[in-house]
């Protein structure tokens, strides 16, 4: 575990757009002058939107001579909540700011530049001015095309690497820099997870193509319900770190010279078999995770121990990614049609599903 530092810029500092227009030079300027205090936009144009859980606003821009001093880029991404839907994802939109303001300057996780980031008191919105990954010419990858062994290798090992820089860290008590970073089993997260257990909701994701997709035996909303809770009581019993939180395909990227990046972070405080179970599950095609996900966890559980953690023997790490399965069917199972295509929920519940059932993870979460 690494020393933190604490950002003394505050979560709210300035009122935030609502609707594309009003993401204006002036507005930019004022962003940005939090970390360029001279700098200011002269022109900007909305080149694309990018409509989904958050919204992405590619913008070109024009600088003043301090912006070309601070080199500046000449497009930038405005990710906030621009949609009908966003203020119900208000607190989700509030932790990945403070993902870039209180995480990304240290924690070793290779994610996109900010420029800006910030919360508005008077709103819903959180905003997030960043790097335009597509003008560095990084490989966006796709949940309906898997990965290969040595890139999901290559992502595991960078995943220890920032797990163990927050293994069993006294900065998540409270007090420390990472108090306000909460559980998936606690919170708002529960109580996200129960509007969907709701008996009329999950019949109408059991009736979807992703329902469809896996074994009745897995269509049980009570059972899915025990799993949860026990998956968060035993947690509580285990070494915790900080997660990215959802690294699924559609979250990540590969710059030109192969290194793994992690964008739109939902970071939580947790074991790490949660991303570990739900990344490999994700990126993998069916057939490649049952010859692969033994050697690709003893890989991750080799890189941890490089970084100095004394990490669970096989056969207990086994059981935990086994076990952990279950949120991530959970997540695609009930994943909205406005956050991902119901053929990219379907790929990955029929992902989920398939390990559920192979590795009888129902049967390992009594209560």
Known sequence: MREMKSLEAPLSDMS????????????????????YPTVEVTRSTVEDVIYGTSTKIRVRCEYNTAGA??????????????????PKMKEMYANE?????????????????????GSDPNSHQSIVIMEDLKAANARFL???????????AWRL??????????????????????????????????????????????RHYMESPRGAAISNRLHDA??????LLRIGELERAEPHCLIHGDTHLGNLYIEANGTPGFFDAQ???ASWHLE???HMTCALDIADRRQWERPLLVHYLEALKSHGIAAPTFDKAWLSYRRSLAYGLFIFVINEIRFQTEAINTAYTARFGAACLEHDTMALLPR
């Not at 001093?69 to 966003?86: D, M, N, Q, W, Y």
């Not at 209180?102 to 900010?114: E, F, G, M």
């Not at 796709?142 to 999901?152: L, N």
Request: glycine residues 6%.
């Open 16 to 35: 935030l757009p609502l609707t594309v227009e009003q993401i204006t030079p002036q507005w930019l300027s004022a962003a940005l002058r939090f970390r």
């Open 69 to 86: 001093r601070a080199g500046l880029p000449p497009t930038l991404i405005v990710k906030g909540g621009f949609e009908a839907h966003s």
């Open 97 to 117: 700011i403070r993902f870039y303001r209180d995480v990304q300057p240290n924690v070793p996780i290779n994610s996109p530049k900010c420029y800006y980031a």
């Open 142 to 152: 796709h949940p309906q095309h898997p990965q290969p062994y040595d890139e999901v």
């Open 157 to 202: 090992a960078d995943m220890a690497r920032y797990h163990a820089h927050t293994w069993n860290s006294p900065e998540f008590a409270a007090g420390g820099s990472l108090d306000w970073v909460g559980s998936r089993f606690d919170g708002w997260s529960v109580t996200y997870q129960e509007r969907y257990l709701v008996p009329d909701v999950w």
């Open 222 to 227: 009570g059972q899915m319900r025990r799993a």
């Open 267 to 269: 970071v939580a405080r």
């Open 276 to 278: 570990v179970s739900y």
